[in-house]
C-alpha cells in the first residue's frame, strides 16, 4: 500500500528501517519535519514504536548534534542527524572528525539558500562542501542525491549500510523542494535490519585490549599510514558505489546532467522535447562521490552537455572533468532560491540543437 | 617483601610526556584507582579532550574516545546514552569545557546527564604555549595577556563550577586542589564520589582539580604547588560546591 | 493527462490541507502525485499556499509556473498567483473574502465559500466547499475517494467533524450544479 510522505518524512521513515537507533539533531528550516518526525517515532518504550529503544536527543547547536552522532557511532549505534546548508557548515568540525576516526554515520543535509544565513529556499549550493569532504583534512563522504520521495527512502538505508561496510560518514544530500515535497510511496516491508557487529565499538574492555577511537596520530608518519588506509578504502568504494540513472542516451544528441529535484524537472523537459522528435537523454548521477565518470565517456562524435544545477556550477566541474574536453559542456543554472523550470531548460536545449 | 605501591590495572605502562611537576600525571593516576577499586575497569569508557590530556587514552587501559575540542560532554552524552550500564567520564582541561565547550558542558549539565566529569583547571592553555585561559588569574602574565590578565580587557576568571552547580540537572560538584598530599588524597575522594553516584545512578557529578602547570606559570615545581595554595586557592576555593 | 494546482489562501483557511485530501484521493486512484507547499515563516499569517501536481505518469518539477487550476481564498493570493494561471484555466475564488475583476482569457467559478461556511457552522470548512467545485468543475479526483481520505484523516473519530467536512464537500459540488 503506498502512503503520501514528505522527502523529509521518508528519510527518517528510511532511517528508522534501516535500524538507526541514535538521532541528534537541531531544529533548522527546511528539514523540521524530519527531526520532528524522528523525536515522534524514536522515543524508547512508547506505544507509538514497538520494537528495539532507539535514542533521540535534541541538541544544544549542530556542533553538538555531530559531536554526539560521533559519540554514539564509537559506541557502536546507528547513528544519524540532518540539518541544512548553515547547520551542516558548523557540522564541518565533527565530520571531520568521524572521517578521521573511521565512524560509521549518516548525515542528512536538506540544502537551503547561502551564502550565510540565505534563505530557506531549495539550493544545491552545498555541491563543493559535499563532495569534496567539506571540512580540514584529506577525506571524502558517500554522498547520494535522491530525486523522489521513494528514493530518499530508500537511499536512506542504503546509506546507513554504506556507512558500516566502509566505517565512512555517508550523506545524504537533498534540496527544500524534495524535503518538504509529498509523494506517495511504499514502504518496504523487509525487517528492521541491524547493525553488524562493530568488534572496533566502544563497549568496555571485557575480555579484549581496550579500544580507542581517535583521529589524532601524532607520532611520526603515524598520519599518513592513517591517511593511505582512507584513500585505499576510497579507491574500493570508487570500484564498487557508483550510481546513476540513464535516460535515453544511446541515441542522444544532447545530453542532460542533473541531480536531485534538478533531475526531475529536467525529465519534465526531455520528455516534452522527446514528444517533439529531439534527440535529448538524461543523465542523472546518484552517487555524488564517488562520481560517475565511465557514464561520459562516450565516442559519440556529435554530443553536447547541459549541466543544470540550482547553483551557479558545482557539478559543472566534475562534469568537466569526467568529459575531459571530449564534448562541449554547457551550463545552465540559478541560485538563491532561483530554480531552473522546464520551460528554460528546454529554451536553452532548443538553441543548442 | 610486602608490595605496598604498584600501578594500577587502569593505567597503562606507557611512560606520560608530561612536563616535570604537571598534574596531569597524578589526576590520570586518580582516574584509574577510583576505576580499580570501584572494579569497574572493564566497564568503564573515558572521553579524552584536546589539550595537554589530548592522548589520556595512551595511558589509561580501558575503552576511550577522543573528542574535538570542548565536545566532550557531546560524545560522552551519546555514549552514556547508548550504554547506560557504563561508567563514562570526560576528563576536561579549562579551555576545553569553560571557553570552547562551555554551551556543551551547561546543557551535558543542565540535561541532568547521568555522567562524571573531571575538569582540570590549571589557569592557561598548555597544550599551545601558555595563552590566557578562561581561568587565568587578574594579573596572571600569558603569551596572550602579556601585561597579565586585565578585568577591563579580558574579564574575570570564569568559575564555571560555581555556574554549573546553581543547575537543578547537576548532582554533585567539588573542588579540590593537587598542592599537597592531603589535597591528593581529597582530590581520589572526590574522584571516586563522582563515578560512584554515576553507577547510583545519582545524575551529572563534576570533580574540579586545581592543577600545577609549572612550565607556564614561569615556577618551579615546588614554587608551584605553593601557587596554587597562596594565590589560586584564594579565586578558587576548594570544598564542596554542591 | 497532467493537472497543475495552486491553492492559495490565509494561514488558518486549510489550505495545505485541502491540498493534502486531492493529493491523497489522487493516490487512492493509483495516479502520480506531488503536494509542494509554501513553508517557513510565511506560514504564520500572511498568506499560504500548496501546488498539486496530478499526472498519469512521472511528474517533473513539483513546482507549479504555470497552473490549470487556481483556488484562491482570500484577495492577497489572487495578487500573488493570477499571473501564474494558464490561458483557459480555471479560477475557483471564494468572493467572501476576494473580489476576481475583469478577466477574460480565464474561466471563473467564484462564490462566498467564507459566508457558506459560516452558515454550515464552521469557518474552517470553506476550503472543502471550494474541492466540492473544482470536483464537480473537473472530475479531478472521485468523491468516494474524498470521502474515504477525510475517514482516515486526523480529528476523524470525531463525528462531528467529519459530518461537517462532508456536508461542506456536499454544498460544493451542489453549488457548481446551480
Known sequence: ?353 | MEKIFKRCQSLSDLPMHYCPGCGHGIAHRLVAEAVDELGVREETIGVAPVGCAVVAYDYWNFDCSEAAHGRALAVATAIKRVHPQKLVFTYQGDGDLAAIGTNETIHAANRGENLSVIFINNAVYGMTGGQLAPTTLLGQKTSTSVDGRQKQLHGYPLKISEILAALPGVYYVERVSLESPAGVLKAKRAVKQAFQNQLNNLGFSLVEVLSPCPTYWGLSPQAALQWIKDVMQKEFPVGRIK | MIQRIIIGGSGGQGVMLLGKVIAQSAMLEGKQVTWFPAYGAEVRGGTSHCMVTIADSGIGSPYITAADTLIILNQPSLGKFKKLIKANGLLILNSSLAEAGRQTKIKVLQFPFTGIALKLGNLKVANMIALGVLVAAQKTVKVNNILKVFKSMAGAENPKLLEINRRALEEGLQLNHG
Open chain 1, 1 to 353: 500500500m503506498k502512503i503520501l510522505l514528505s522527502g523529509n518524512e521518508a528519510i527518517a521513515q528510511g532511517a528508522l528501517a534501516a535500524g538507526c537507533d541514535f538521532y541528534a539533531g537541531y531544529p533548522i528550516t527546511p528539514q523540521n519535519e524530519l527531526i520532528a518526525y524522528m523525536a515522534k517515532h524514536m522515543g524508547a518504550g512508547t506505544k507509538r514504536s514497538p520494537g528495539p529503544s532507539r535514542i533521540f536527543v535534541q541538541a544544544e547547536s549542530e556542533l553538538a548534534a555531530i559531536s554526539m552522532v560521533y559519540g554514539a557511532a564509537a559506541a557502536g549505534a546507528r547513528a544519524m542527524t540532518s540539518s541544512s546548508s548553515p547547520g551542516i557548515s558548523l557540522m564541518q568540525e565533527g565530520i571531520s572528525y568521524l572521517a578521521g576516526a573511521r565512524l560509521p554515520a549518516v548525515i542528512v543535509n536538506i540544502m537551503r539558500g547561502g551564502p550565510g544565513l540565505g534563505n530557506i529556499a531549495p539550493s544545491q549550493a552545498d555541491y563543493f562542501q559535499a563532495t569534496r569532504g567539506g571540512g580540514h583534512g584529506d577525506y571524502h563522504l558517500i554522498v547520494l542525491a535522491p530525486a523522489s520521495v521513494q528514493e530518499a527512502y530508500d537511499l536512506t538505508q542504503t546509506a546507513f549500510d554504506l556507512a558500516d561496510k566502509y566505517r565512512i560518514p555517508v550523506m545524504i544530500l537533498g534540496d527544500g523542494i524534495l524535503g518538504q515535497m509529498m509523494e506517495p510511496m511504499q514502504l518496504s516491508v523487509q525487517k528492521i535490519k541491524t547493525a553488524p557487529v562493530k568488534k572496533w565499538a566502544l563497549t568496555g574492555c571485557r575480555g579484549r585490549k581496550p579500544n580507542i577511537i581517535k583521529s589524532f596520530f601524532m607520532r611520526e608518519g603515524g598520519l599518513e599510514q592513517a591517511n593511505l588506509k582512507l584513500q585505499q578504502s576510497y579507491e574500493s568504494i570508487k570500484q564498487a558505489q557508483i550510481r546513476f540513472e540513464g535516460l535515453f542516451l544511446s541515441d542522444a544528441e544532447i545530453v542532460v546532467v542533473a541531480y536531485g529535484t534538478m533531475a526531475r524537472i529536467a525529465k519534465g523537459a526531455i520528455n516534452r522535447l522527446r514528444g517533439a522528435g529531439k534527440k535529448i537523454g538524461l543523465l542523472r548521477p546518484i552517487g555524488l562521490w564517488p562520481f560517475p565518470q565511465k557514464p561520459f565517456q562516450s565516442k559519440a562524435r556529435r554530443l553536447k552537455y547541459l549541466v543544470v544545477e540550482m547553483s551557479y556550477g558545482q557539478m559543472l566541474e566534475d562534469v568537466r572533468l569526467a568529459v575531459e574536453g571530449r564534448h562541449p559542456v554547457e551550463f545552465l543554472g540559478r541560485s538563491g532560491g532561483g530554480v531552473p523550470s522546464e520551460e528554460e531548460i528546454i529554451g536553452r536545449l532548443q538553441r543548442m540543437l
